[in-house]
């Protein structure tokens, strides 16, 4: 046997609270299912809060963060960990899956449907009550902490039948439902985030909400608020409103030039 | 002139180019002519002329020949611009009709430079629609219904929104284009903020659109009406749409001075209908008049309630912006003796069975049972059907067993000229859609751990090392090879061919359908399309467009072209049979798409309501058991409400006006299979 040394990536840790305007018993229920060791799905359009949920969550917790964007190269070997050779020695590295677990912090692996099938799969023994790793390459069996916890996200607006999590995985996790919040508290996390007036947060909002009214309609999706804060942000560092939408909303929901041309017609209407 | 770059051409030169321009044409006094008549042009319009001749030689010589005969006259009154827009049209028309046409169009120059001249300064229907359609579906959260109407008026019933075809009261396109919108708004406007209802008084004397009424076709109260209207509702959307009543003041101008005194109350946030009619009725008692406004949307009551009736809206709603409005129910002497009461979901009916109201009853061809029906001819002589089929009885709760009679039936080619037709129609788009579904094939895949490739792959090298060092055998897959993404994916879609769908819907089919294929002839997609009908369990159609074994060529866009309305919906045996056939693709992901106009339905037995929503369902049941992914699309903008129950194992969206179809049914399949 050659001699095993581990390296073992960062792990964030996450000091300052993260600002999370809480929408509706989210926060008790994530603590719940932390204390019960459950994996915790977090289903919504994208941008509506799903990561800075779980930052909050992991600093209310004081546990370390690990995430993963998933996509659809992404490896077993990517999430377990993988061998390396330094000089002489083969040395084995943590993936960030592994890392997690031998941590006890919170992995949240975000648009689980963009990884392949074959690596969605190593996760399933962690969301069970077995709550193990197992690491076939050097026949190691990690046994999740206490701590330890799985978290999921996926976007089910507008799923292609390519992609779909397989029911014996998503039958694993306590799902959450994710969705833009009410006008009222999108229009505090605007101000709040993006650092502009309430009228103009309101308005911002107010047009959000006129662009999802065109979902399934020539959009995909309408503005996320991850959107509207960008658009506030411009306005607060001295951007004119109507420029700040045209570039933040207008330009990047869509390509259809009809269909730009009438979100403009909407910029303009609300400002 | 010393460049010789920018000198005229001689007549030789030019001579020459015609001459190749149309090779072999035996019309050379023709050609001698119109040589003659480009010598003395500038260079820059010998150019433009010749440009355009060779373009338009590859359409017709004839034609091309004409076109420039005439080039030198038509090049006196137009600009390169309008010139080009002349040739493209006169070109287009070849298309469309034939030589014969098109040489008169180039030939009747006035007409042309008439049009061109208007044209510049006009907004019509078409051009504007498509943004005006999305601007109120954001701003109401509704898909709104908006026509055109006959008598160039803007005007609602509250369920259609109807505008001119053109507009030219401004002096440019841009304006007029401004002005639809602005009047559309103003429109949904109306039955968002009560124009056709009032609260009820102070006293609890409910003011209803009955009122409205009084004013008969007294022109000038509706005038009056209109403009004290527009006051009141441009303060209503102040709150919400600053921007946009700043850009209606810009283009009404200042108010009329007669409506001065108005202002003050019209333009409280909070004043109704009543307030309106008050000051209205203020102003009838003077001789005030005020020309009518370009940007005020005409009210006419009398017209408004009789569509109302005529739709039997006796639930009393408004179709849109309905949410904050309810109207009164109608006094019974406004009714003149038709049946009013229509079925309402749970109400005397039994638990479950579909209503059969209004918001269902917009299919045409669907019968009342009381109807007496015409037998059938063919009833007695049904040959041996190619298929037999199971079907579910929801009552039973149970198959009965081979039930629904397939055929086979070949569709009549079309018109072979309708897909050029289409496709000039959507060129834009189908190039966007193009250029989408080039990204999706255009991504290769590495592959990694293969026996050969063209580079190494080092996690396999590296365990390779570690392997052998550890004593255990190491793998010889060690390189990563590049592939074309390789989709596996079969798709069927399913056409409704019912004779509810005759007319737009079934264009839209087509013309989505021909969009498809365009746009899918770059992937390589296995898809087939079926269009299905049938009248009774004995006589189920369904109608072969493109096979899956099929190209898309001259004979399927024939097909196509031939698509059109035929009986009843059956719909499950056909989600049964098309799934089978897609079933026996080898591929790895099936989908099943189909396109229908509204609920199935089937004349005869007791498939309409209940039955046939349940057999449908289960037919997407076992598809979905089977591995087949199904999406539904339906162009049906009130029946929403059944759907979510219909097509439970399937996701499906709702497209509410049909002319929206092609260009969404191609975003649809994209989002569904990348
Ligand atoms: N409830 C919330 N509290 C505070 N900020 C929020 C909230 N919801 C959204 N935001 C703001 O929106 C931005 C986007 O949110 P986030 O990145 O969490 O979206 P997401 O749901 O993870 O999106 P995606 O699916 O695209 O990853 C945040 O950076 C934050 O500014
Ligand atoms: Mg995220």
Sequence with gaps: ????????????????????????????????????????????????????????????????????????????SDLIGRYLIVGDETVWVDGPLTAAVRAGAICYLDEIVEARK??????????????????????????????????????????????????????????FDFDYPTAAVEAKIVAAEGGVSDDIAQKLVKLGQMTRNLKGAGLDEGASTRLLVHAAQLIASGVKPQAACTAAVARSLSDDPDMTASLQDLVNAVF | ??????????????????????????????????????????????????????????????????????????????????????????????????????????????DFILRYRYNDSVATFDDVIHRTYIFLQAISGEALDIRVDERDKAWTDTQVMYLPYELAALPDAASNRKLYKVMATLLWAQTRYGTFYAE????????????????GSDERALRLLAALEAVRLEAKLLRDLPGLVAEIAELRGPWPAELEPALPRLSQPDATLADTLEVLDAFLKTD???????????????????????????????????????FEPFPSDFDDGEAVGQGVAGEDMEPGDMPSSTSLGKNPVRRNDDVVMPVNPNTQLFPEPDFKYDEWDYKRGAYREEWCHLYEVPVAPGDPAYVNQVKHKYRAYIWQIRRQLEMIKGEDKMLSRQVDGEEMDIDAMIEHVIDHRNGSEPSDRLFRRRVRNERSLAVMFMVDMSGSTKGWVNNAERESLILLCEALELLNDNYAIYGFSGWGHKRCEIYPVKRFDEQYDDSVRAKIAGIEGKDFTRMGVAVRHLSKLLEEQGARHKLLITISDGYPDDFGD???????????????????????????????????????????????????????????????YRHLTT
Aim: proline share 6%; net charge negative.
């Design chain 1, 1 to 76: 046997m050659t001699k095993q040394t581990h390296i073992t990536p960062q792990l964030m840790r996450i000091d300052e609270e993260p600002f999370y305007q809480s929408v509706d018993d989210e926060i008790e229920m994530f603590e719940a299912a932390a204390k019960a060791g459950l994996p915790v799905l977090l289903k919504g359009p994208t941008g509506c809060g799903k990561t800075r949920f779980v930052e909050h969550m992991a600093w209310k917790l004081k546990r370390p963060l690990v995430t993963v964007s998933c996509h659809d190269d992404l490896t077993t």
């Design chain 1, 118 to 175: 074959d690596t969605t799969v190593v996760i399933h023994p962690l969301a069970d009550a077995r709550r193990v790793l197992n690491i076939d390459k050097h026949g190691e069996q990690v046994e999740a902490p206490p701590e330890f916890m799985l978290v999921i996200s996926y976007n089910p607006g507008y799923q292609s039948v390519l992609k779909e999590i397989k029911p014996s995985t998503r039958q694993r996790f306590v799902a």
């Design chain 2, 1 to 110: 002139m010393t460049n010789s770059a920018v000198r005229r051409l001689f007549l030789s030169e030019i001579e020459l180019r015609v001459e190749n321009a149309l090779p072999g044409h035996p019309d050379t006094v023709g050609m001698q002519r119109a040589v003659q008549g480009l010598e003395p042009l500038s260079r820059a319009q010998q150019d433009l002329v010749l440009h355009w001749l060779e373009a338009a030689a590859q359409s017709s010589f004839e034609l091309a020949l004409h076109m420039a005969t005439l080039a030198p006259q038509a090049l006196e009154r137009l600009d390169a611009e309008g010139f080009e827009i002349w040739v493209l049209n006169g070109l287009d028309m070849k298309d469309r009709e034939d030589v014969p046409t098109a040489k008169a169009f180039f030939r009747d120059l006035d």
């Design chain 2, 200 to 215: 009820p008084g102070e006293d609890g004397q409910a003011v209803t659109q009955n009122a409205l009424l009084r004013y």
């Design chain 2, 288 to 326: 005030v008049d005020i020309p009518a406004m370009v940007h005020a949307a005409t009210i006419d009551p009398t017209q408004t309630m009789k569509n109302i009736r005529a739709e039997k809206r006796t639930d009393g709603k408004p179709r849109f912006g309905a949410q904050e409005i309810a």
């Design chain 2, 606 to 668: 007791e498939y309409r309501n209940n039955y046939g929503i349940e057999d449908t369902r289960r037919a997407l049941q076992e598809a979905h058991e089977r591995g087949i992914r199904s999406f539904c699309v339906t162009i049906d903008r009130q029946g929403a409400d059944y759907l979510p129950h219909l097509y439970g194992p399937a996701r499906y969206e709702v497209v509410p006006n049909a002319y929206r179809l092609p260009m969404r049914m191609a975003e649809i």
